[in-house]
C-alpha cells in the first residue's frame, strides 16, 4: 500500500495539533477571522491518493486478508471512501451499486433489520441503567428505617444523612475509581458484546443480590459491586452503537442512549409503585423494597440472553486483525456488500493513520499535554460535571423524598416520581432532532438560565405553608425543571465527549469523561441528604440554582460547539486557543441577547473561525453556528 505509506510519511512531516506537543496557534488571515495551519492528520488518509494507485491498495488489502473474492468489491468501496459524494462519476461503479447510494442519501433510515435488533440491545441497556439508577428512589422509603438510618427527625450533621447518602452512592463510586478505568480491559479482551454480556450479567446478579441484604452494610456492597455493572456498559454501549451505525444516522443512534435511560428512570418508579403494597411474608421483612431493587435485574436477564444475537463491532475485529470476521459483521449492518467493502476498507485506513500517531505515547498524559487534545477534555469535563451538579440526581434518586416532605404520602410521592421519570423521558425524544440542528452548545447555553429557574421555584415553594398550594407549587417546579433539562444537559455530555476526542485518544478520553460524570454522580448522591437537613429544600435547591449560572459561563467561554463537524473542522474548532475563544464568547454574549432575547437588529461580529471544504467555506459565529 505504497500510497498510503506515503502519505503517512508527508503526514507525520506535518505540524499536527492533534499529536504534536507544540501549540500551532491559528493564524488570522482576514477580516474575518480565517484561521490557517490547522492540520488534521486523520481527517482522511485516502484523500489525495490517485484512482489508480487506491484501487491497487485496495485489491493488496482484500488479497492479503483472505478475501480475494471480494477483491473488486473493495476496489469499488474504496473510491467510493475517498470521496463519498462523487459517486455518479465513478465509471467502476454500474448502475446498481450508484442506486444504492443514492438511496443511501435518500432514505436514511432503510437500514437492516439486523442494526434496528442491535439498536433495541443497545437501547434496552440504556434502559436497565436508567433502572439501576432509579428504583433505589423507592426502596429508600423503607429500608433506611429498617435498617436504623432513617434521615427523618435525625439532625442535619448526623451519622444517619452520611449513611444514606453513602448507601444510595455506592455504585457510582465504584464507577469512578474501579468500573469505567475496567472498560479498556474489558473492551480489549472480550469485544463490545462480551463487555456487554459480563456487565449486564453484574447487573442482575448484584440486583438480586440487594434484595437479600440484611444490613446498610451488606446493601452498600451489594450496591458498590452494581458500579461494575454500570461504569464499563456506559462507556461501551455508545461506542458500540457508533461503530456498528452507518455515519448518516450515527448521531441519532447514540442519541438513544440517554433517551432509553430517561425511560429506564421512568419506568424504575413504575415498578417502585408496583411493589409499594405488597406485604411481608412470614420470615421477610421489606419484601417490597427488595422486589424493587431486585427488578432491575430482569432487563438484564434479557440482555444477556440477546447480545451475541447482534453482530460484533467490525472495528473490534480489525483491531484483532480478523478482517473476514469485520466484514461479515459489516455485510449484516448494510444493506449491500458495497457499502460494507466502503466502510471496512474506511476503517481499515483509519487504523492505520491511528497506528501511525499513536506508537510509544501515553495516551492518558496526551489528553492534559496536548493543547487541542486539552481543550477537548475541557469541554467533555464542563458537560459531565454539570449533569450531576445541575442538580438533577438529586431528583432522580430523591424525589420521593423531596415530594414527601411537601406534603405528600409516600404512595403519592411516589406518583409524583413517575411523572418527572415520565417527563423526563418524553422530552428527551426531542433532542433527537434538535442537537444536530439547535446544536450541543446552543441547547445548553438556552436550558442552563431555565433550570436556574425552575430550581429557585421548587425550593422557594417550601416557605408556602403547608398544603395543598405548596405541593403543587413543588410538583411544576421539579416537572419544569425536567422539561429544561432532559434536551440539554441530558443528551448532550454523552453525545459531545464521544465525539470531541481525536480518533487515536477516544477510548482513553470517553473513559475519563464518564469517570468523571460518575465520580460527581458519587458526590451528589452521598451529600444531598446532609445538605437537604443542614440547607432545608430552600437553600439546597437554591445551591444548585447557583451552580446552572456557573454552568452557563463556563459552557459560554469553554465549550466550543461541535454539531455537523467532520474530523477535520474539529480540529480546527479545539485548536483555537482557549483565551482567545473565551474573550470572542465575552465581547460576543450582549450582541447576541439583543438579537436572540430582545430582537433587536444588529450588527453581525466577525467569525471566530472558518473552513475551506472543497465544497465551500463554512464560517462559524459566536453561537457555533455555521453558514455556508
Same mark, same amino acid.
Given at each position: 500500500?505504497?500510497?498510503?505509506?506515503?502519505?503517512?510519511?508527508?503526514?507525520?512531516?506535518?505540524?499536527?495539533?492533534?499529536?504534536?506537543?507544540?501549540?500551532?496557534?491559528?493564524?488570522?488571515?482576514?477580516?474575518?477571522?480565517?484561521?490557517?495551519?490547522?492540520?488534521?492528520?486523520?481527517?482522511?488518509?485516502?484523500?489525495?491518493?490517485?484512482?489508480?494507485?487506491?484501487? &491497487?491498495?485496495?485489491?493488496?488489502?482484500?488479497?492479503?486478508?483472505?478475501?480475494?473474492?471480494?477483491?473488486?468489491?473493495?476496489?469499488?468501496?474504496?473510491?467510493?471512501?475517498?470521496?463519498?459524494?462523487?459517486?455518479?462519476?465513478?465509471?467502476?461503479?454500474?448502475?446498481?451499486?450508484?442506486?444504492?447510494?443514492?438511496?443511501?442519501?435518500?432514505?436514511?433510515?432503510?437500514?437492516?433489520?439486523?442494526?434496528?435488533?442491535?439498536?433495541?440491545?443497545?437501547?434496552?441497556?440504556?434502559?436497565?441503567?436508567?433502572?439501576?439508577?432509579?428504583?433505589?428512589?423507592?426502596?429508600?422509603?423503607?429500608?433506611?428505617?429498617?435498617?436504623?438510618?432513617?434521615?427523618?427527625?435525625?439532625?442535619?450533621?448526623?451519622?444517619?444523612?452520611?449513611?444514606?447518602?453513602?448507601?444510595?452512592?455506592?455504585?457510582?463510586?465504584?464507577?469512578?475509581?474501579?468500573? !469505567?478505568?475496567?472498560?479498556?480491559?474489558?473492551?480489549?479482551?472480550?469485544?463490545?458484546?462480551?463487555?456487554?454480556?459480563?456487565?449486564?450479567?453484574?447487573?442482575?446478579?448484584?440486583?438480586?443480590?440487594?434484595?437479600?441484604?440484611?444490613?446498610?452494610?451488606?446493601?452498600?456492597?451489594?450496591?458498590?459491586?452494581?458500579?461494575?455493572?454500570?461504569?464499563?456498559?456506559?462507556?461501551?454501549?455508545?461506542?458500540?452503537?457508533?461503530?456498528?451505525?452507518?455515519?448518516?444516522?450515527?448521531?441519532?443512534?447514540?442519541?438513544?442512549?440517554?433517551?432509553?435511560?430517561?425511560?429506564?428512570?421512568?419506568?424504575?418508579?413504575?415498578?417502585?409503585?408496583?411493589?409499594?403494597?405488597?406485604?411481608?411474608?412470614?420470615?421477610?421483612?421489606?419484601?417490597?423494597?427488595?422486589?424493587?431493587?431486585?427488578?432491575?435485574?430482569?432487563?438484564?436477564?434479557?440482555?444477556?440472553?440477546?447480545?451475541?444475537? !447482534?453482530?460484533?463491532?467490525?472495528?473490534?475485529?480489525?483491531?484483532?486483525?480478523?478482517?473476514?470476521?469485520?466484514?461479515?459483521?459489516?455485510?449484516?449492518?448494510?444493506?449491500?456488500?458495497?457499502?460494507?467493502?466502503?466502510?471496512?476498507?474506511?476503517?481499515?485506513?483509519?487504523?492505520?493513520?491511528?497506528?501511525?500517531?499513536?506508537?510509544?505515547?501515553?495516551?492518558?498524559?496526551?489528553?492534559?499535554?496536548?493543547?487541542?487534545?486539552?481543550?477537548?477534555?475541557?469541554?467533555?469535563?464542563?458537560?459531565?460535571?454539570?449533569?450531576?451538579? !445541575?442538580?438533577?440526581?438529586?431528583?432522580?434518586?430523591?424525589?420521593?423524598?423531596?415530594?414527601?416532605?411537601?406534603?405528600?404520602?409516600?404512595?403519592?410521592?411516589?406518583?409524583?416520581?413517575?411523572?418527572?421519570?415520565?417527563?423526563?423521558?418524553?422530552?428527551?425524544?426531542?433532542?433527537?432532532?434538535?442537537?444536530?440542528?439547535?446544536?450541543?452548545?446552543?441547547?445548553?447555553?438556552?436550558?442552563?438560565?431555565?433550570?436556574?429557574?425552575?430550581?429557585?421555584?421548587?425550593?422557594?415553594?417550601?416557605?408556602?405553608?403547608?398544603?395543598?398550594?405548596?405541593?403543587?407549587?413543588?410538583?411544576?417546579?421539579?416537572?419544569?425543571?425536567?422539561?429544561?433539562?432532559?434536551?440539554?444537559?441530558?443528551?448532550?455530555?454523552?453525545?459531545?465527549?464521544?465525539?470531541?476526542?481525536?480518533?487515536?485518544?477516544?477510548?482513553?478520553?470517553?473513559?475519563?469523561?464518564?469517570?468523571?460524570?460518575?465520580?460527581?454522580?458519587?458526590?451528589?448522591?452521598?451529600?444531598?441528604?446532609?445538605?437537604?437537613?443542614?440547607?432545608?429544600?430552600?437553600?439546597?435547591?437554591?445551591?444548585?440554582?447557583?451552580?446552572?449560572?456557573?454552568?452557563?459561563?463556563?459552557?459560554?467561554?469553554?465549550?466550543?460547539?461541535?454539531?455537523?463537524?467532520?474530523? &477535520?473542522?474539529?480540529?480546527?474548532?479545539?485548536?483555537?486557543?482557549?483565551?482567545?475563544?473565551?474573550?470572542?464568547?465575552?465581547?460576543?454574549?450582549?450582541?447576541?441577547?439583543?438579537?436572540?432575547?430582545?430582537?433587536?437588529?444588529?450588527?453581525?461580529?466577525?467569525?471566530?473561525?472558518?473552513?475551506?471544504?472543497?465544497?465551500?467555506?463554512?464560517?462559524?459565529?459566536?453561537?457555533?453556528?455555521?453558514?455556508?
Amino acid at each position: 500500500m505504497s500510497g498510503l505509506n506515503e502519505k503517512a510519511e508527508v503526514s507525520k512531516r506535518e505540524d499536527s495539533s492533534s499529536v504534536s506537543h507544540n501549540e500551532t496557534y491559528p493564524k488570522k488571515s482576514t477580516d474575518r477571522g480565517s484561521f490557517e495551519n490547522i492540520n488534521a492528520k486523520l481527517a482522511n488518509p485516502l484523500a489525495g491518493i490517485s484512482h489508480e494507485q487506491l484501487m &491497487e491498495d485496495a485489491k493488496v488489502f482484500a488479497e492479503t486478508h483472505g478475501m480475494e473474492d471480494l477483491a473488486l468489491e473493495f476496489q469499488k468501496g474504496a473510491l467510493v471512501a475517498q470521496d463519498p459524494t462523487a459517486f455518479e462519476s465513478l465509471s467502476l461503479l454500474d448502475e446498481d451499486d450508484k442506486n444504492v447510494l443514492r438511496r443511501e442519501l435518500t432514505h436514511k433510515w432503510d437500514q437492516p433489520k439486523m442494526l434496528y435488533y442491535l439498536v433495541v440491545l443497545c437501547s434496552m441497556a440504556a434502559a436497565v441503567q436508567g433502572m439501576d439508577e432509579s428504583v433505589i428512589n423507592g426502596a429508600n422509603l423503607f429500608f433506611a428505617p429498617q435498617f436504623g438510618i432513617d434521615t427523618r427527625g435525625q439532625s442535619p450533621s448526623g451519622r444517619n444523612a452520611w449513611l444514606f447518602g453513602l448507601v444510595n452512592s455506592a455504585p457510582y463510586l465504584c464507577c469512578a475509581v474501579l468500573g !469505567c478505568w475496567l472498560t479498556h480491559p474489558l473492551n480489549n479482551l472480550l469485544g463490545r458484546r462480551g463487555t456487554i454480556f459480563v456487565t449486564g450479567l453484574f447487573s442482575f446478579l448484584t440486583c438480586i443480590w440487594q434484595g437479600v441484604t440484611n444490613s446498610w452494610e451488606h446493601l452498600f456492597v451489594a450496591r458498590f459491586v452494581l458500579g461494575i455493572g454500570i461504569g464499563p456498559k456506559s462507556a461501551t454501549v455508545p461506542v458500540y452503537a457508533a461503530e456498528c451505525a452507518p455515519p448518516a444516522i450515527r448521531g441519532a443512534l447514540v442519541m438513544m442512549w440517554q433517551t432509553w435511560t430517561a425511560f429506564g428512570i421512568m419506568f424504575g418508579t413504575v415498578s417502585s409503585l408496583a411493589f409499594f403494597p405488597v406485604p411481608d411474608k412470614p420470615g421477610i421483612t421489606g419484601l417490597n423494597w427488595r422486589l424493587m431493587l431486585a427488578s432491575a435485574g430482569m432487563p438484564a436477564l434479557v440482555i444477556i440472553v440477546q447480545v451475541f444475537f !447482534c453482530p460484533e463491532s467490525p472495528r473490534w475485529y480489525m483491531m484483532k486483525g480478523r478482517h473476514r470476521d469485520a466484514y461479515q459483521s459489516l455485510a449484516r449492518l448494510r444493506k449491500s456488500p458495497l457499502q460494507a467493502t466502503r466502510d471496512l476498507y474506511y476503517m481499515h485506513v483509519l487504523l492505520e493513520a491511528e497506528k501511525d500517531i499513536s506508537k510509544e505515547r501515553n495516551k492518558f498524559l496526551e489528553l492534559f499535554t496536548i493543547p487541542r487534545n486539552r481543550r477537548a477534555t475541557l469541554a467533555s469535563f464542563i458537560v459531565m460535571f454539570m449533569q450531576q451538579f !445541575c442538580g438533577i440526581n438529586t431528583i432522580a434518586y430523591y424525589s420521593t423524598n423531596i415530594f414527601s416532605q411537601s406534603g405528600l404520602s409516600d404512595q403519592q410521592s411516589l406518583i409524583a416520581s413517575w411523572g418527572f421519570g415520565m417527563i423526563n423521558w418524553l422530552f428527551a425524544i426531542p433532542a433527537i432532532y434538535t442537537i444536530d440542528t439547535f446544536g450541543r452548545r446552543n441547547l445548553l447555553l438556552t436550558t442552563f438560565p431555565l433550570m436556574t429557574i425552575f430550581l429557585l421555584m421548587t425550593g422557594f415553594a417550601f416557605y408556602i405553608p403547608d398544603g395543598s398550594a405548596r405541593t403543587a407549587v413543588v410538583a411544576l417546579g421539579i416537572y419544569l425543571f425536567a422539561m429544561a433539562y432532559s434536551p440539554g444537559e441530558g443528551p448532550v455530555p454523552f453525545t459531545y465527549s464521544a465525539e470531541a476526542f481525536p480518533l487515536y485518544v477516544r477510548d482513553i478520553g470517553m473513559s475519563f469523561a464518564t469517570a468523571v460524570l460518575w465520580f460527581f454522580n458519587f458526590v451528589i448522591a452521598i451529600t444531598f441528604p446532609p445538605l437537604l437537613a443542614a440547607f432545608q429544600p430552600q437553600g439546597a435547591f437554591g445551591w444548585y440554582a447557583a451552580w446552572n449560572v456557573f454552568g452557563f459561563v463556563a459552557v459560554l467561554l469553554f465549550v466550543p460547539e461541535t454539531k455537523a463537524l467532520s474530523l &477535520e473542522e474539529l480540529d480546527q474548532v479545539f485548536s483555537v486557543p482557549t483565551h482567545t475563544h473565551a474573550v470572542y464568547q465575552l465581547k460576543a454574549l450582549p450582541r447576541n441577547i439583543k438579537k436572540h432575547i430582545f430582537r433587536m437588529k444588529v450588527k453581525e461580529v466577525p467569525p471566530l473561525y472558518e473552513h475551506e471544504g472543497t465544497i465551500g467555506t463554512k464560517t462559524y459565529a459566536p453561537g457555533g453556528a455555521g453558514h455556508a
